[in-house]
């Protein structure tokens, strides 16, 4: 059995991640969306929040899992007889992070290899943060975001302009 992972912070899913996901899914048995659970960092979305959020984008995909994982990633992969990473890249700064990462990954778990899937053009400007800022200042962002997304970003908003 091919199995991927698909890691990330996916705070929160974007549509440019459903766009990899929809292009990869073919190629392996079943890909594990693997959500990090960072405790150093300061999350929009709860971890619960994001794997919800990424269950109800990939519903359409037969052989998508959703998770969390904290540690090192190879362990991950480990543990879950995963034998690819699937990474996104939209540009040459990602990909300067991303060929250190993977170099990194590979000398940890030489077995491990990643998979470098070229952001659709549409999507090159979406990033989790880029699109928090822009929903969080009142812009429109439901072409770029899942629907529940563009619903739960909604309700962040609402929730901060309450507490304020
Ligand atoms: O969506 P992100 O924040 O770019 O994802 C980064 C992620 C989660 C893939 C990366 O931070 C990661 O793999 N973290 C786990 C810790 C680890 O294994 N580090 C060693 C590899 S450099």
Known sequence: MKIAVYPGSFDPVTNGHIDILERTSPIFDKIIVAVIH???KQALFSLEEREDLIREATKHLENIEVESFSGLLVDYLRDKQACM?????RSITDFEYES???MMNKKLLPEV???FVMADSNYICVSSSNIKEAALLGGDVSSMVPQAVCVGLKNKLAGLKASN
């Open 85 to 89: 990473i699937i990474r996104g890249l």
């Open 113 to 115: 290899n990643t998979i």
């Open 100 to 102: 250190q990462m993977s």
């Open 38 to 40: 960072n405790v150093y």
